[in-house]
Every structure is written in C-alpha cells, then in structure tokens.
C-alpha cells in the first residue's frame, strides 16, 4: 500500500494567514493527488483533485501543487470558514489511502 | 446534484454481519463511475473499504477483502457493502461516497453521503 504522510498534524493559524500543509507519499504518485476538507461533524469535501484543480465551486484562495511524492495544499488568505481538518488521498494505485490530517485551528 | 444516501442498522453484533446499503440520486449506477464505500474511525482516520462499478466489478482493500462484499442494483440504482465477522475494530462512520473518474485515470471522492454511525457491540 502506499504511505501518505501529512505534516503537521495540527496548526494554529489567523483570518488572513497563509497557510500551507504538506502531504509526502511513500512512492511516486505522479499527479494522482486529492485534498479534502471536513469540518467538525461534517462529511469530508474534496476540494483539489489531480494535485492542482480546483474542484468545482471552491473558492480560489485554495491551490494544490506537487508532483511525484511532495505535495503541498495552500489557503492564501485564511477565512473562518476553513478552519477544519484537511485530507490528502492517494489514487495511484488501489488500495486508495489517505493521510492522517492536518488540523487547522484558530 | 448528485445525492447518496446510507441505511442500515446502526448496532451488529460481534462476529455478525454489517450490513448497508447506499441509495444513489442524480446519477446512474450505470455511469462510468465507481461507488465506494469509506470508513472513519478517530484511530484509524479514514479508510476507503472498496468499490464496485456498473458491471459488477470490484475494487476491495486487501486489508479487509476476506470479510467485505460490495454489490450494486441499478435497477434500484444503488449500492450496498457486507462486512462479515465484524468485531469492535469495525465501529465507525460508514461513508457512501462517488468515485468520480475523469480523462488521464484521475479518480476522486467527489460526492459523499451523510454517512451512517455503526457500532459492533453486544
């Protein structure tokens, strides 16, 4: 199976601050590389796809880069709605594996 | 707009029989996608299950291959999961979710479900 390993696994961040979190995988996954967000008792929405397309109706201020094994997903500009928990999720190869999460919190 | 809805008993015995079954509205189960089943636990976090596409054919994590059935009618356009001998390491929250594929083998988790508590207990 392939590893995803999110860094870090929680951080703390202000409205308006750029923030950043990475996703590594154990092998090479080419661009095949979604991002999810959850809220807190909510189902996860994914949010990038194809490691840099934004999905349909996500704001702008979300970005996905990386090719390969390192992938990072950005919020340019912090809103207090994205405070959440933030997936990556490998589609290389079955089984499909996620990362851990990265908690984004006020 | 694409809506899946779970169903099934939210407690299985140990050593019974999970048992749920995925609704699907506005698409077809006899699309081009895929229609997986996800697990969440605060351990183990997410875990994708398996999934079945329009022919029948299937997609399960070996971890769990010996225990899981996926299914779909798309007569009644859905779809269900059976997970045999479930212990308490099966409690979670179920997802039903669409595995969307698009040109250049991208697949992604596109739609989910509410998702459904199931708790293995006596």
């Known amino acids: 199976d392939i590893q995803m390993t999110q860094s870090p696994s929680s951080l703390s961040a202000s409205v308006g601050d750029r923030v950043t979190i990475t996703c590594r995988a154990s092998?090479?996954?080419?661009?095949?590389l979604n991002w999810y967000q959850q809220k807190l008792g909510k189902v996860p929405k994914l949010v990038i796809y194809a490691a840099s397309r934004l999905q349909s109706g996500v704001p702008s201020r979300f970005s996905g880069s990386g090719f390969g094994t390192d992938f990072t997903l950005t919020i340019s500009s912090l809103q207090s709605e994205d405070f959440a928990t933030y997936y990556c999720q490998q589609s290389h190869s079955t089984p499909w594996t996620f990362g851990q999460g990265t908690k984004v919190e006020i | 707009q694409v809506q899946l809805l779970e169903s099934g008993p939210g407690l299985v015995m140990p050593s019974g029989t999970l048992s749920l079954t995925c609704a699907v509205s506005?698409?077809?189960?006899?699309?081009?996608?895929?229609w997986s089943w996800v697990r969440q636990t605060p351990g183990k976090g997410l875990e994708w299950i398996g999934e079945v596409n329009h022919s029948g054919k299937n997609r399960i994590n070996p971890s769990l291959k010996s225990r899981v059935s996926i299914s779909v009618d798309k007569s009644k356009n859905q779809v269900s999961l059976t997970l045999r001998s479930v212990t308490a390491a099966d409690t979670a929250v179920y997802y039903c979710a669409r595995d969307h594929y698009i040109s250049g083998s991208y697949y992604q988790f596109d739609y989910w479900g509410q998702g459904t508590l199931v708790t293995v207990s006596s």
């Open positions: 506005g698409d077809s189960t006899s699309s081009d996608n895929w």
């Open positions: 092998e090479s996954i080419s661009s095949y």
